[in-house]
């Protein structure tokens, strides 16, 4: 079964770690938002190809989801010497990354050429895809004015109210060579509980790609990001109330209506299935709180099994 997974960062990769356990890792395939992308002290940073990566290669600090585990921050203090910007906390092994991008990116190569680069030096067996080599930077609309994603959530704490939000240059990307080609061949697609307006939103805004998951709907399965009226992670249930939208598991299905035939949905949101499904979604009522690692490969694997007999049209 050929798997791929729409992921943003922390939140994806909880389950990516458990598919990546229930499953041959080298039949799963990862298109990643660069939306969060950011140039700081002239380094290309891509934390959600990177939190990826880390998380698949069992490398990433548990107790924070991004960087290496027992970082140091000494180069990151002595930029703070001259001056230099210290709000995103860029670890002395992180940046060795980050160092290589950039050399990678000025010497002309392409960010999925990159992102191959650092996913073989690291020892993960799954295939890992920008969703574009053209940077779209995810600009929030915010009652301070215009801020860069990571300025809005790291450096502001996602404390400004969020007015709108855009991918800068979206209109001129393309998806990445592989993007729609795994999606066209894949058994099944599954969008990670990721948030749906800035980490899985700016991969469907790649010009093609919600096209692509239109034709395949009824093999896409989404995780629902929302339980029980609030974010699994990070500041989405915020976001979408201040944006007039609905924080609750149907408001994600409507979200997902046109692509997505199936979301799986916690149990304490099961009362919301009937509403699910009557926008024409089946609702899969399945713990998704990911906690411990048994958790990330359960819910991976009841995941693999419904795919599987969706896609041999087996009932589940
Ligand atoms: N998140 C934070 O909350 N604070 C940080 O200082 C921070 C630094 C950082 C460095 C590298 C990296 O790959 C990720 C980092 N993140 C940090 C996470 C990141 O801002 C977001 O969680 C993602 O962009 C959203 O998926």
Redesign the pocket.
Known sequence: MAIVALA???GASKLLLGLSRAMDPRELTVIVNTG?DIVLHGLS?S??L??VTYTLAGLVNPDTG??FPDETFRTLDQLAVYGRPGW???GDR?LATHIHRTALLRAGSRLSEVAESIRQSLGVASTILPMSDQPVPTIIETELGRLHF?EY??ERRAEPVVRAISFDGIEHARPAPGVLESIERASSIILCPSNPLI?VGPILAVPGVREALRKRRRNVLAVCPIVGGKSLK?PSDRMLAQLGLEVSACGVARMYQDICATLVIDPVDSAQSAMIESLGMKALVYPTVMRTLDDKERLAREILRFSANQATGVSA
């Open positions: 943003g960062g922390i969060d940073i934390p959600d990177d939190i991004w960087g995103f906390h860029l992180d990571q959530l790291v980490s990070g």
